[in-house]
Nanobody, 124 residues
Framework: QVQLVESGGGSVQAGGSLRLSCVAS????????VGWFRQAPGKEREGVAA????????YYADSVKGRFTISQDNAKNTVYLQMNSLRPEDTAKYYC?????????????????WGQGTQVTVSS
């Protein structure tokens, strides 16, 4: 059974940093894409970043380019999202998801396994 578990969320002040982790069980990251999505109350889900675990190519939403970095550690079967220079508008619940596609994308319909999410709150 495939499971994705996120961790690392929390509350920080604007300008601070957090690192989210997405650990997979039931399968091994090797030739799929893993994405990070976020959803704030009353807003649509947004694809934030994604990585192809078989080659390292990445995708970033314009809203996070230069501030967020997605990376992988295959030995730990973990994908990370390093978030720097956080802003109040980054406040949301963050989810990781996996896709069989080798092209990382922010389109949620490409992803078929989802974690339960971790809350990120940025105060001004």
């Amino acid at each position: 059974q495939v499971q994705l578990v996120e961790s690392g969320g929390g509350s920080v002040q604007a300008g601070g940093s957090l690192r989210l982790s997405c650990v997979a069980s039931g399968y091994t990251y090797s030739s799929d894409s893993v994405g990070w999505f976020r959803q704030a109350p009353g807003k649509e889900r947004e694809g934030v970043a994604a990585i192809y675990t078989g080659g390292g190519s990445t995708y970033y939403a314009d809203s996070v380019k230069g501030r967020f970095t997605i990376s992988q550690d295959n030995a730990k079967n973990t994908v990370y999202l390093q978030m720097n220079s956080l802003r109040p508008e980054d406040t949301a619940k963050y989810y990781c998801a996996s896709s069989p596609s080798p092209w990382p994308t922010g389109d949620a319909y490409e992803y078929n396994y989802w974690g339960q999410g971790t809350q990120v709150t940025v105060s001004s």
